[in-house]
């Protein structure tokens, strides 16, 4: 749509629409590191944020046939540290603590007493990569309700035999593929996986699944700057699919 | 015989958002004399300058954390045995580690997200989409277009803001942003979002679609500035400000 005006008058409104543009301008503040470092740290907090509000604690990740599964030798060991930190299993024991009626040490035997679950679900790591396996053990749930844990709490903490640490969200802890995971396979769980235990959760990426499970944390308030190994140092807390 | 073909060629239907703008400033135009007048149209609406601008710094952000992202898993195959697709230069990508491209990442992704549908509501609602919009009508259009650019074939005639071939290129845009978008959500929350990772064929597929949607921007992007840097200022001046000076085309 062609207008004819005055040169000056094409310069005036020109300025004025450019002005308009300027708080698009705003976004210049990522170029300062300080205040980008804050910014993009906020933003994966929101995301956190939205990534729980948009989490269906009932909506089933995923399952797959045994045909689907890789071959064992397929699904990788993955580690931030020592691939086997030595976890003695004759004296292994669990650690319960924090906001629970029966605080307290509960032994493999306890655990695998609990109902048990096998699902084949995809496993995927932050990395971009994904493998699905098979996996064994009890839903997480069944173990809070065993230990007399407040379930309204928020989070669910654990620390590892080789010092890894990671906390997850009540609702998924209580989401029912969620799982304490003693089984790959149908094999006990070998040590480069996390024996005697680990946790198992389709809605949550690798990072999330701690192995060689201590302790378990039952919380409303987070350890200050140990919410977890890899988000203390910039992964997303939530983690979730 | 040109003359009866322009006749054909309905008119395109004013824009609104322009025809507001400029009835605004007639008044004081009119008293003029018209030779004195220069000829300009406000081309681009503040809504789609600012999306426009907020989109091509997201896509910017965006491109270079996801390369970075890519280099942690630079595969579309298994992890064992994992072969090394591409292995992209470092000084290509932005956050330094993985954790670092990712907070880029999930910050700029609502941006992109939210400036994408803001640009494409407003399109449609304003019906500016009408200069910019591919349709069937345009194919007969692209080639000549084409000849032009690339083989130095005469220019057709301008007939609306956009040539075919220009209308090709930003419909195109839009299709692999809605692709980067919904392919994004998908690898982000394929849990939640299982249908439409099903849609996708999965989350592993997934990936190679949300690759191939950036490929269509990095294939984009290149054309449009060298466009941008021949055609001059005039019309660089246009996305910031909205008005083109002595626009090539008539009516």
Redesign the interface.
Known sequence: ???????K??KR???R??L??A??AA?GV?AFPKVRDR??????R??DWA?GA???SQ?P??TFSDSEV?PF????YNGYDVLDPEVDFEKWTLTVEGDVQHPGEYTLAQIKALPKLNQNT?H????????VGAFGGTPISNFLTLVGANTGARFLEVECADDYYESIDMASALHPQSLLCYEMYGQPLDRGHGAPLRLQM??KLGYKQAKYLDTIRVTNVLKPGKSGY?ED????WFG?? | MENEEEKKQPAPP??RA??AE?EA??P??KA?D?A???????EHP?PI??TH??NA?SLF?LVASGLR??R??P?FG???P?KVLLDIPKSLTLGGW???A???H?????LFAVSGVVYVVYQIVSGHYRTMLFTPRDIPGVWPMARHYFFFGSKPPATGQYNPLQKLAYTSTILFGALALLTGIVLY????F?WL?FLFGG??LT?VWHFAAMCGFLAFIPGHLIMVVLHGWANF?SM????K?E?E???
């Open positions: 749509m062609i207008t004819r005006l005055e040169d008058e094409l409104q020109s300025r629409q450019l308009k543009l708080p698009v976004l990522f910014l993009v740290a906020a933003g994966v929101f995301s990534s948009l989490f269906r909506h990740a995923q890789v030798e397929k699904f990788p995809r995927v790591c932050v990395e971009g990569w994904d493998v389709p809605t890899w140092q910039g992964y997303s979730g699919l | 004013p824009d322009a025809a400029s400033i007639q004081a135009a003029e018209p004195s007048l220069v000829r300009a149209a406000y503040l300058r600012i601008w907020v710094i952000v992202i890519f942690a898993f595969s298994p992890k064992i994992e993985l954790g670092g990712l907070q880029w999930f910050t700029f992704m609502w929350k394929p849990a939640q299982s990772a989350f592993h990936r001046y910031l400000s909205g008005w000076r626009p085309y008539q009516e």
